[in-house]
């Protein structure tokens, strides 16, 4: 088995104290635990899978870590058994990204990452979760509040929350504290309250939008110069609930726990910039100062710099805004004596907490800080960088700080153990550290820096050296006879790309190197005392993946697998190579590259049916290797040859599962290691096919990178990714193992002398560089030299593991010194820039050398034939030149003269080359500015459908443009055409509504007047007209398909509304662009005739001899822009480049034009009889002929007395002549005069009326421009309506939005609040049952008293008494308070403060004594005292402990009856707020603005400074202040005719007195008559008179009635007749609106039917089919037929439903009705 003995790497992981002795990392798989001086405690192997993050709590003494992997886990340990507590599961899906333990460690924090992004609560010892809480992405970090655990905080790169846990029995509650952080901006001392989550006031009117808009520009800030908030990047509690809180830039605040608000304290933004530069300097000087030093330098540095800044005193004592800076807070920790900051500035503060923040004490380390953490005690404070650093500082002094360890950073990329000693492993890392560790202890001996990408290292078994392969093709030699340092002693170049393997032989004779993508391996000496040269190479002759070396008969044996070329099987080729090479055989290479002749080097081959992608000797005549795709592990037998069958390749049962990183062997081969990606090693024996497994690295960490077996093969080195070694002991009885030992010591024994005399060798050799680093004394060199007779005499075992002079230095106050556990590291420098690939190889120098030796062998014979050469280039030349002077037919050409033509071609090839990359280039040049211009041509010109021009006045600077207009979309057009189309068919649908209103108009208005009407009509179509708002219907903007402005209520009547306004402004800039192509077209033609002009002018101007200069009027290319694109040839101001082919062209074409000139200059009598003849002209102008002087004769020129009466008589008529001719002349330059003037008269009258129709249409323009802007406030207006619209429906959904969220919120609490009710009635009648039962227990011990009557008083006073100090304290965990004995702020009080159960039981045992039992009460008195009393404490607690716990229910209680009111009440004011943002926006929707244009009469406000005042005014249309006016007189009229009807009211009083008065009259009348008849007296026949006439009367009374009754009784049924007729009419009237509608919908759809009949008339008369009569009236009849049967089925289901309801009510008659009747 394999069993862990340590580990050791640390690259910026978890840092913990478990104790203050020691600290914690954890490193892969495994958590590494160290001492303060480095030195190695233990390794513990993780549980589950990698290690992920950690946690530590000291009080409990508990260690939590999580595993990296899907659903991770979570191990609670105990410290420092190790043992599981508890697992934690059901957390994370993915990993954790954060660990913390509160301070009692009752509870567990984590926080997950992708894609939960919770927050987790566990209990440690049960492993219950508690609670989980979504806190959003980003959280890194988060932490408990250490005076109570129930308080959170979480911080993440944009944002810092608090959180409470609220608990109500079981049930736990989170509430959210959003902190709102200052900005970079923030001033010191400024206060920033939490967020609120109510939303914005919007505006609810269009004034409103422009004033909030307003004040936006008003305030607004360009975003780059806007204050940015600030990036938490720390935290640290205080004792008093508060949280300090560092940043990114720089800056420090406070944030209260309770309330959420911050405090900035420091912020670097307000340092001025005079202080910024010092600042900076000075920090940079000190970090330069401690550098220099190095990390074991003495502490002379550090006094030389605290000299240099003796006037300044460095940062102590000022304030921290003036030191601080960005980067300095990315880590906190608050101690007693103040505030310890750190960053990546590498620089930690201790800040005074007072009100001033100074800076109390500061160190600076050099390198970023990356952790910061204290111990328990806080007495030290640990710190690590990300170069795996591990220091451990003071509080009080911390430039007293010691570096623990060093591991440096960088991935592992191989490790390997020393041979003939099993003390020391060497690794290397991939940026060339080289590390040298003690295998017994884990001890970092040293350091090597080689300062170049490195890839493989390999030890010899010659001496004392390790050979490092770097990734440029070096291979460098480091000798290891001092471990503690170490020296570069050989370093050859042998390729140019990387080393790929470096493999020693057991003989220690022999290197053998192979690289990366090459087919050549190189043999080198591995002896010093051969300086470590090429002795040999070979060529496999293909690219090969592995090989190996070994041994056989004394010659080196290797063997070499390759794949072959269908990539489905490989070919291994073992070549035994001749031990003569070693004594330096000159006939055994083919030339002096020392490539290896064929006798020398014996080739055997062999094909195996598998891919393998590991190889590795273990005999002479056997391999092991690993297949490619199983992964499993062949045993293959290298002695037959040709195609191994697959029965050959032995598979061992046990195999990766997958890819295998290493498969090393021991030193003499017996056993076998393998590493695969998944982490996992494989120890097997190499003649055995049993393995052992076991999980060394990490799945996540791309798992074990190398491996290596100790020399004794007792141990077993891997290393993996993040910089993690770890060392295995081999254990158990495996014969592998003991073969390997006695192999080794038999090995050691035989090679002893080679070894101790090529180490002596290799000790007199010269390093190669210049070495820094630190310097070892005589107690190391002395030291060193021990371990070197120890390992060649092979006593290496039996040597302590480690000596105590071996430290390099000695620790030093005020200065950085590493401790005894730190290694020396040394660096190397090269003279020469020898790490560039450019370098030449070993074998191009050796070619190189050749050729020179060559070179001086031949000298003579070259000088020779040099001097031929120059003879003959004479001889060339001469003939050159003497063909130059020959003529054209006996030249030869010069490629005739080219003596070495393969070099000229070589030359012209090399040459066009050249040229063909530059014209590639060029045309690539000019292509990149051709796409440039096709962009803009078709952006700014192919897109436009109207150019953009300027008309140009002719003799002002007036300039009138168009309008460039860009065509139309397909879109654009589409979406017009929609428009138009739909509100056209609105406006029809309106036009027939009008129509059916107007007519029932006219029934019920039958005698309106005509005329009347129509005028009505011109005046409504007036006021449209004056309610349009803009001029653009002058302008052919007059669209009919615009809404009223009175109608935009909808806003898809306001989106319809831009777009046909967008298409009025389009169509105005048409029309003005057709007016403006109409000028344009008159400027071409005014300036075709003035240059006709112009010619004339221009000849008269000839003719007169006269110096003015013609005005030449033409197009520009405003006028004309496509001239723009015509490149004139003056434009070009460089020569025309003219190809072969162009010249040979025009070379032809002169040719011919000059052959045509010399066959028309041969015969050209038509010339020479023209100028013989008629002067060369064929007619004679007499124009022209004016303007010359007469030839004079001869005589003309003689003296008067010369002259003879002839010519005398000649002489007076030649005067005379000449005199008519100058008179003539005369005339005619009158004439030309007179010409001129009127032809530039109507050139400037063109030009002045051409000026006057610009000018016209100038004014036409901006009356254009007044109509486009009134139509796009139009557009805008209507933009603003649709933002206020829009914003209230934001507005709106966001308060449904928050009132769903509030009534769920106030359902969940309420569910909440029913639980909390029921536990507090729970608890109470709990706390009511506990106080009874205390009640009982005192008066039963009154009872059991009541026999001990002398001591009763006594004895209850006793029973009564409680151990002093005893106050239990509430909140927190085990009552934490501040101990001013201790630095730690968060400190405990001793445990007779705490007041727990288990102190006041220890505290009252000492009450049970019985030397406080009263005299005279005997034993078992007391002893009943002691229980009673123990009982009664017992009761007393639990009533305690539930009366807090009631208390804590009763205000979860009120704090959620709290809430839910607030709920409430945020309830209905959202109702509130939804209903009046609802009346705004109905409001919004009926308050139209609407745009006019009105005249200055019609306006009748009073006129302010500027413009009118409208605020309060109204607008009203003109016909209702007519309307106005003549109800004014209507109402006059009426007032009349009241008092008309007044006077005819007071004539109607006077004939009432008259009548009253004549009643009266009439009365008095009666009242005489009455007394007559009363005076009368009745007889017997006057009583029978009367009697009869009564029962007449009665009779008639009754038949009176009676048809009384029957007329009443008729018209009830009459009335009930009409009512009946009524319903049934407006049933009628109801049923033929119906088919009314029907027909309507029947007509629509027959119109449909129709267009469908047409449609398929027209497909069958174009498919030529031709429907008979017959064929028609058959479909009719199957029509009426199937009419008829489905009316029948109809029916026949009518029928059949009654039938069944009719069954159905028979069949319930049937039934027995069971009634229950109640008692």
């Given amino acids: 088995s394999l069993k862990l003995l340590w580990s050791a790497g640390y690259q910026d992981g978890d840092l913990i104290f478990p104790e203050d002795g020691q600290l914690l990392y954890g490193s892969g798989n495994t958590l590494t635990f160290i ?571 062999l094909k195996i049916f598998h891919l393998i992608e590991r190889l590795t000797l273990v005999s002479q005549d056997r391999a092991i290797a690993i297949l490619s795709k199983t992964r499993e592990s062949v045993s293959i037998d290298l002695t037959s040859e040709g195609s191994a069958a697959a029965l050959e390749c032995q598979i061992l049962p046990t195999r990766h599962e997958m890819r295998v990183n290493f498969l090393s062997r021991s030193f003499t081969g017996s056993l076998v290691a393998s590493g695969s990606a998944d982490g996992k090693l494989r120890l097997s024996d190499a003649f055995r096919p049993d393995a052992v497994f076991t999980v060394a690295h990490g799945l996540r960490s791309s798992g074990c990178k190398d491996g290596a077996f100790s020399f004794r093969a007792d141990c077993l080195l891997s290393v993996g990714d993040k910089g993690i070694l770890l060392c295995w002991n081999i254990e158990g009885n495996i014969p592998g193992k003991t073969k390997a030992a006695e192999s080794a010591s038999k090995w050691r024994t035989e090679h002893r002398e080679l070894y101790r005399e090529q180490n002596d060798v290799m000790r007199k050799m010269t390093p190669l560089g210049r070495v820094e680093g630190y310097g070892s004394d005589d107690e190391d060199t002395a030291s060193d030299a021990v371990r070197e007779r120890g390992m060649a005499e092979g006593s290496s075992e039996d040597m302590p593991s480690r000596t105590q002079s071996g430290a390099v230095g000695e620790r030093k106050t005020d200065s950085i010194a590493p401790s005894r556990a730190t290694s020396a590291r040394v660096s190397f420098h090269t003279d020469t820039e020898s790490t560039k690939t450019t370098e030449n190889t070993w074998l191009e120098n050796i070619e190189e050398s050749s050729g020179q030796s060559e070179d001086g062998q031949y000298t003579e014979m070259k000088d020779e034939l040099r001097q031929e050469l120059l003879s003959l280039r004479e001889k060339v030349l001469k003939m050159i030149a003497e063909n130059e002077a020959l003529p054209d037919i006996e030249k030869l050409e010069r490629h005739e003269f080219i003596l070495n033509t393969e070099e000229y071609d070589k030359m012209v090839s090399e040459e066009e080359n050249i040229l063909h990359e530059v014209t590639e280039e060029m045309e690539l040049s000019n292509l990149a500015q051709l796409y440039i211009k096709d962009v803009i041509k078709r952006q700014c010109w192919d897109e436009m459908m109207v150019k953009g021009k300027v008309i140009k006045a002719f003799q002002s600077s007036l300039e009138v443009s168009n309008y460039a207009l860009h065509q139309r979309s397909q879109e654009e057009e589409k979406e017009l055409m929609t428009i138009k189309s739909l509100r056209q068919m609105e406006l029809a649908e309106t036009e027939t509504r009008g129509k059916y209103i107007l007519k029932s108009d006219q029934q019920t208005e039958v005698g309106q007047d005509e005329e009347e009407d129509l005028v009505g009509r011109e005046e409504e179509m007036g006021e449209t007209f004056a309610l349009v708002g803009s001029t653009g219907a002058k302008f052919g903007a007059d669209n009919p398909l615009l809404y009223n402005q009175f109608d935009l209520f909808s806003t898809g009547q306001m989106k319809h509304q831009i777009i046909l306004l967008q298409d009025c402004i389009y169509n105005i800039k048409l029309a003005f662009n057709k007016e403006f192509d109409e000028i344009l077209k008159q400027k071409e033609i005014e300036i075709q005739r003035i240059n006709e002009r112009n010619q004339r002018i221009a000849k008269i101007i000839l003719d007169l001899q006269l110096t003015d200069k013609v005005l030449q009027p033409a197009l520009g290319s405003f006028e004309k822009p496509e001239m723009l694109f015509e490149v004139k040839d003056s434009e070009v101001r460089v020569d025309h480049f003219v190809s072969e082919e162009e010249q040979k062209r025009l070379d032809e074409l002169a040719k011919l034009e000059e052959e045509r000139k010399l066959r028309e200059l041969a015969d050209n009598w038509r010339e020479r009889a023209l100028d013989m003849m008629m002067d060369g002209r064929l007619e004679i102008n007499a124009e022209e002929e004016l303007l010359k002087d007469l030839p004079r004769p001869s005589y003309m020129n003689k003296p008067p007395e010369a002259l003879t009466e002839e010519e005398m008589q000649l002489v007076r008529e030649f005067t005379k002549k000449e005199e008519a001719h100058v008179e003539e002349r005369e005339k005619y330059k009158k004439t030309l005069e007179a010409e001129l003037r009127r032809l530039q ?156 159960k288990k102190g006041g039981l220890a505290a009252l045992a000492e009450l049970d004594h019985s030397s406080n039992a009263p005299d005279g009460v005997d034993r078992a008195t007391w002893d009943r005292l002691v229980v009673a009393r123990q009982k009664k404490y017992e009761s007393e607690q639990k009533m305690k402990s539930l009366a807090l716990e009631l208390a804590e229910v009763k205000a979860f209680h009120d704090r959620l009856a709290k809430e839910d009111d607030c709920l409430q009440q945020d309830i209905q004011d959202t109702y509130k707020e939804l209903n009046k943002l609802r009346e705004e926006k109905a409001r919004n929707a009926l308050n139209l603005e609407v745009q006019f244009i009105l005249k200055q009469g019609q306006v009748e406000v009073e006129t302010g400074i500027f413009i009118p005042d409208f605020s309060d005014s109204i607008l009203v249309q003109s016909k209702l202040i007519e309307d106005l006016n003549s109800d004014i007189k209507n109402l006059g009229n009426v007032k009349l005719n009241i008092m008309e009807e007044c006077k005819e009211f007071k004539k109607g009083i006077h004939m009432l007195e008259w009548d009253h008065k004549r009643i009266r009259m009439e009365a008095e009348d009666l009242l005489a008559k009455c007394k007559d008849i009363q005076s009368l007296k009745v007889t017997k026949e006057l009583q029978k008179r009367l009697t009869e006439g009564d029962q007449q009367q009665r009779s008639q009374q009754q038949e009176n009635e009676i048809l009384e009754k029957t007329l009443k009784l008729n018209e009830e049924m009459s009335k009930k007749a009409v009512k009946e007729k009524k319903r049934a009419l407006v049933k009628v009237q109801q049923q033929v609106e119906d088919k009314r509608k029907e027909n309507y919908e029947l007509e629509k759809r027959l119109k449909e039917l129709q267009v469908c009949v047409l449609e398929r008339k027209e497909i069958e008369t174009l498919a030529g089919v031709s429907p008979t009569e017959a064929h028609a009236e058959v479909k009719m009849k199957d029509i009426v037929l199937r009419r008829r049967l489905v009316e029948m089925a109809k029916s026949q289901a009518q029928e059949i439903a009654l039938l069944k309801a009719e069954l159905e009510r028979l069949r319930m008659r049937t039934f027995p009705a069971l009634v229950q009747i109640d008692n």
């Fill in 35 to 605: 001492r303060r001086d480095g030195s190695h405690v233990k390794s513990f192997q993780s549980l589950g899978e990698e290690i992920g993050r950690l946690s530590m709590c000291s009080t409990n003494e508990l260690l939590a870590y999580s595993e990296l992997g899907s659903n991770p886990r979570i191990f609670v340990l105990s410290y420092p058994n190790l043992e599981v507590v508890s697992m934690l599961k059901g957390g994370a899906s993915r990993k954790y990204i954060h660990l913390e333990f509160s301070r009692s460690g009752n509870h567990l924090l984590a926080v997950s990452g992708l894609p939960d992004f919770k927050l987790f609560i566990w209990t440690t010892v049960t492993g219950e979760m508690v609670h989980s809480v979504e806190v959003g992405q980003g959280v890194q970090v988060a932490s408990f509040n250490p005076l109570n655990w129930k308080q959170l905080c979480t911080l993440s790169e944009s944002d810092l929350c608090l959180w409470n846990l609220e608990q109500c029995g079981k049930d736990y509650k989170f509430s959210k504290i959003s902190v709102q952080l200052p900005t970079t901006s923030s001033a010191v001392g400024s206060k920033l309250e939490p967020h609120s989550d109510q939303l914005a006031p919007l505006p609810h009117d269009k004034k409103g939008l422009i004033l909030s808009q307003a004040l936006f520009a008003q305030s607004f800030i360009d975003p780059h110069l806007r204050a940015k908030p600030v990036l938490p990047r720390s935290h640290c509690w205080t004792p008093t609930g508060g949280i300090y809180c560092g940043c990114q830039g720089g800056q420090l605040f406070l944030v209260d726990a309770e309330t959420g608000s911050a405090t900035v304290l420091v912020n670097p933004t307000a340092v001025t910039e005079a202080i910024k530069p010092l600042l900076k300097d000075y920090i940079g000087e000190m970090v330069q100062g401690v550098r220099s030093g190095g990390v074991g330098a003495d502490a002379v540095g550090m006094e030389r710099v605290e000299e240099e800044r003796e006037v300044d005193l460095g940062p102590k004592g000022k304030p921290a805004w003036k030191v601080v800076t960005g980067g300095d807070l990315d880590h906190l920790q608050l101690n007693r004596r103040g505030l310890y900051t750190a960053g990546k500035n590498g620089i930690i503060y201790c800040l005074d907490l007072s009100d001033e923040l100074k800076i109390l004490d500061y160190w600076s380390v050099g390198d970023p800080i990356h952790k910061l953490l204290w111990s328990a005690s806080y007495d030290k404070l640990a710190l690590s960088t990300p170069q795996g650093a591990i220091y451990l500082a003071e509080p009080f002094n911390l430039c007293s700080s010691e570096l623990v360890v060093n591991y440096g950073c960088g991935e592992f990329i191989g490790v390997c153990a020393m041979k003939t000693t099993n003390r020391y492993c060497i690794t290397c890392r991939s940026n060339g550290v080289t590390q040298v560790w003690s295998v017994h202890d884990a001890g970092l001996i040293s350091t090597f820096d080689l300062q170049t990408p490195c890839c493989v290292v390999a030890t010899l078994a010659s001496c004392s050296a390790v050979a490092i392969g770097s990734e440029n093709g070096f291979v460098h030699i480091l000798s290891l006879l001092r471990p503690r340092r170490p020296t570069l002693v050989s370093k050859l170049h042998l390729f140019h790309t990387p080393i790929c393997q470096i493999i020693p032989d057991k003989s220690g004779q022999y290197i053998v190197i192979s690289g990366k993508d090459t087919q050549m391996i190189y043999i080198l000496d591995a002896r010093p005392s051969e300086n470590f040269q090429v002795i040999g190479r070979i060529d496999v002759g293909c690219s090969f993946d592995y090989m190996t070396v070994g041994a056989k008969q004394g010659h080196l044996q290797l063997v070499v697998s390759a794949k072959s070329e269908e990539s489905t099987e490989t070919m291994i080729f073992r070549y035994l190579i001749n031990s003569s090479i070693h004594q330096h055989n000159e006939e055994a290479y083919v030339d002096k590259t020392l490539l290896l002749k064929d006798s020398f080097t014996s080739v055997k081959s």
């Fill in 1241 to 1396: 008269e109507a050139n400037t009258q063109a030009f002045i009326n051409f000026d006057e129709k610009l000018k016209a249409h100038f004014s036409q323009k901006i009356s254009s421009e007044i109509a486009i802007n009134q139509e796009e406030l139009k557009i805008l207006r209507l933009v603003v309506a649709l933002m206020i619209d829009e914003e209230t429906s934001l507005k709106e959904s966001q308060l449904h939005g928050r009132l769903e969220e509030k009534k769920s919120s106030k359902i969940a609490l309420a569910s909440s609040l029913t639980t909390a009710r029921q536990m507090v009635g729970q608890l109470q009648r709990s706390y009511e049952l506990s106080m009874s039962e205390d009640k009982d227990l005192d008066k039963g011990f009154k009872k059991e008293l009541s026999d001990c009557e002398p001591y009763t008083d006594q004895l209850y006073k006793l029973y009564k008494k409680r151990p002093r100090g005893q106050r239990l304290k509430v909140g927190g965990e085990g009552g934490l308070s501040h101990d001013p004995s201790s630095t730690n702020p968060f400190a405990q009080r001793p445990i007779s403060a705490l007041g727990g």
